[in-house]
């Protein structure tokens, strides 16, 4: 087999385990590690500012949550319009401990990796528990399932003292090895410890995929007659993909309460559900990379859009409203126009790009 | 006594809208089986329209009802034509989210006029002394609301049961390829079921801005209740949106009139179709009068 994938053309794998390795090459390996080096290098380089920094760790915690819509939508092919709930529950895990126990209880603020992780699984006990459906239905009724756990979770959250009723519960900064994180540091210290978990996952998920597991997901997705009749349970299966999605969601839920030191139901509601969907499609479906591009794609979007909307909000007096109207009008318009012109999502141009080396100087 | 019969006519003015509401809804669903998402934006929509319509170029409010209805009707179609003809064919998923793209772009279309962020009401034209009967009181509004309502319901029952049209409709949904070989154009039947449905939003949004005032998320959550009324209902039976729409509107009166308040309970009526649904969905997902030919795993 040729060292170097992007000349080489054809198939080359002769056995299974060949083609279920995570880098095919020594080539492959030592780019992502140079490529995982230099995220984790440009900001002893680079100063960016907290709000950008704020901007750029939203990013990877929404590349977090996609990863999980991404297994449940992409591969296994059900669409979840609750997926900002699953995101929720994670962040009021936390925020639940903060509220009984104080927020800068030595739980909070020295042992968050375990809240994190906490949060994790109650995620994926209620994805399991919201997949349940998927035992007997297929997928509009799930889409209608987890549409209606998203209202019922904006509704317990608003009406339920103990969740202050949706206002904002604060969460604690929290401690590392030198002491508590200070003010300024404390965004680029979650830009580290978010990239952390972003790598430890993804590594996990695309692990995942080359299991039996993770090949039953999209075999189900594809056509669960046929994976019924070779073996595998499709509605366990289902179940199972709602779980994982959930604990992806709760993980990136509980990054978002100690990242914003503070969680309310403002950024858990339907938009935000919608905003995930977007951001998977726009990304690629089906495509562990595309999970990254989208939300970057929609994040720089929406920054954009912001930019444009005070400089319109500031020269034009009476365009208060076509301020407000550009969001959801640009939002909607990315979604129909990937939708009917790229389904396959920006994971897509990448496949182009990388076969058009591979051919050139030739083309089809 | 009284206040529960109040309740009772409540429910079912609630009940009726929503009726309204989930036909439109379940048209689209049984000729195409797209789930509309937008509906809500197409339902605000009409009701936007009927207003201006109404207070801004002063035309009476019975033919600009009308108006409205016939400029959604078009609206609704055109939306078909541009967005959704070419992905016929395509996975769910795709169908689906662009009805959530479509949605956004409506919201963002009705944030540019002054609907979007302002709370308008209709001027009254109907006497304002609500009619009571032993205690149980509704108003002319509502009175004219469950009137229209049931008389477009009937309309459209018609429509299906003896036009030839609304028989090639029913044709498609039954079986597409059998009805494209007798000559139906399925493309044509699937502009047709949406026109219908914006013509029912309209409908319903021109009531409901008349009982409750015109406020965009008020009138865009329709959308969203309108789910657990076509699932109670069964997601492809026009009989069902009817009889669950009206069961909807009174289990919701009657959760927020006893419920609300006891046990520390608040807003319950917004809930418990959420609830409901999820226990339908797990028990029997066809709904009261849906085909039982359901996808099953």
Redesign the interface.
């Known amino acids: 087999m040729s060292s170097n994938r992007w000349l080489a053309t054809g198939n080359y794998f002769t056995s299974y385990q060949e083609e279920q390795r995570i880098f095919f090459t020594s080539l492959d390996r030592s780019a992502m590690c140079i490529f995982i080096l230099c995220l984790f290098a440009w900001p002893l380089f680079i100063d960016v500012g907290n709000k950008y920094m704020l901007v750029i760790d939203n990013i990877l915690v929404a590349i977090i949550a996609v990863m999980g819509l991404n297994l449940v939508?992409g591969f296994a092919?059900l669409?979840s319009i609750g997926h900002a709930a699953f995101v929720g529950i994670g962040a009021y895990t936390v925020a639940s401990f903060a509220r009984n126990l104080g927020d800068s209880h030595v739980l909070i603020t020295h042992a968050w990796p375990l809240m994190i992780v906490l949060a994790g699984c109650m995620g994926a006990v209620f994805g399991a528990i919201v997949g349940?459906?998927?035992?007997?239905?297929?997928?509009?009724?799930l889409?209608?399932?987890t549409?209606?756990?998203q209202?019922?979770f904006e509704?317990?959250i608003?009406?339920m003292n103990f969740f202050n009723q949706g206002q904002t519960i604060s969460v604690g900064r929290v401690f590392w090895l030198t002491g508590k994180v200070a003010r300024k540091e404390h965004y680029i210290f979650w830009y580290y410890a978010i990239l952390v978990v972003i790598v430890i996952l993804a590594f996990a998920v695309r692990n995942l995929l080359c299991t039996r597991y993770g090949r039953c997901l999209v075999a189900v997705r594809d056509n669960?007659r046929a994976a019924d009749a070779m073996g595998m349970h499709?509605?366990f299966t289902?179940v199972y993909a709602f779980g994982l999605a959930g604990f992806l969601a709760g993980i990136a839920g509980g990054l978002h309460a100690y990242l914003y030191r503070g969680v309310g139901i403002d950024s858990f509601t339907?938009h935000h559900s919608?905003n995930y969907?977007?951001m998977a499609?726009v990304g690629g479906?089906g495509t562990l990379n595309g999970s990254f591009w989208g939300p970057l794609a929609i994040k720089v979007l929406d920054l954009q859009v912001e930019r444009l909307s005070e400089w319109v909000g500031a020269h034009l007096t009476v365009a208060t409203?076509?301020a407000?109207?550009?969001?959801?009008?640009?939002?909607?318009?990315?979604?129909?126009l990937f939708?009917?012109f790229e389904?396959r999502g920006i994971a897509n141009w990448w496949r182009i790009a990388r076969s058009y080396v591979k051919l050139w100087p030739f083309r089809y | 006594m009284s206040y529960f019969f109040q309740l009772v006519v409540s429910g079912i003015v609630v009940g009726s809208i929503y009726a309204l509401s989930g036909l439109g809804f379940v048209l689209i669903y049984k000729s195409s089986r797209v789930l509309n998402i937008a509906h809500g934006q197409i339902i605000a929509a009409g009701a936007f329209i009927t207003y201006a319509l109404t207070v801004w170029v002063h035309i009476p409010i019975y033919i600009s009802f009308l108006m409205s209805m016939v400029i959604t009707f078009f609206l609704a179609m055109s939306v078909e034509r541009i967005f959704l003809r070419r992905l016929i064919g395509e996975p769910i998923i795709s169908v689906i989210m662009v009805t959530i793209g479509l949605m956004s772009i409506l919201d963002g279309l009705i944030y540019l006029t002054p609907f979007g962020t302002e709370n308008f009401s209709f001027p009254p034209f109907l006497p304002t002394t609500p009619i009571s009967f032993g205690g149980v009181s509704i108003s002319w509004t509502q009175m004219v609301g469950v009137a229209i309502t049931f008389s477009m319901i009937a309309g459209f029952s018609w429509f299906f049961k003896k036009s030839t049209v609304g028989i090639s409709m029913r044709a498609v949904s039954d079986d597409q390829l059998a009805s494209m070989s007798i000559g139906i154009s399925v493309p044509r039947v699937f502009g047709l079921a949406w026109a219908m449905a914006g013509l029912s939003a309209a409908a319903a949004g021109g009531i409901i801005g008349n009982i409750t005032g015109l406020n965009f998320d008020t009138l865009h959550a329709f959308g969203i209740v309108v789910f657990p009324v076509v699932i109670l209902g069964g997601l492809d039976s026009i009989l069902g949106a009817v009889v669950a729409g009206i069961i909807m509107g009174l289990i919701q009166q009657f959760a927020s009139g006893y419920l609300d308040g006891n046990w520390g309970l608040n807003g319950t009526g917004e809930v418990l179709p959420y609830i409901i649904l999820l226990v339908i969905l797990l028990f029997k997902p066809h709904g009261l009068f849906g085909i039982h030919e359901i996808e099953r795993v």
């Open positions: 939508t092919g669409i349940l459906p998927a035992l007997r239905l297929k997928h509009l009724y889409a209608m399932a549409l209606s756990f209202m019922i509704w317990t608003n009406f669960d499709p509605g289902k339907l919608i969907l977007a499609i479906l409203n076509l407000t109207a550009l969001r959801p009008l640009s939002f909607g318009l990315v979604i129909v939708l009917m389904p």
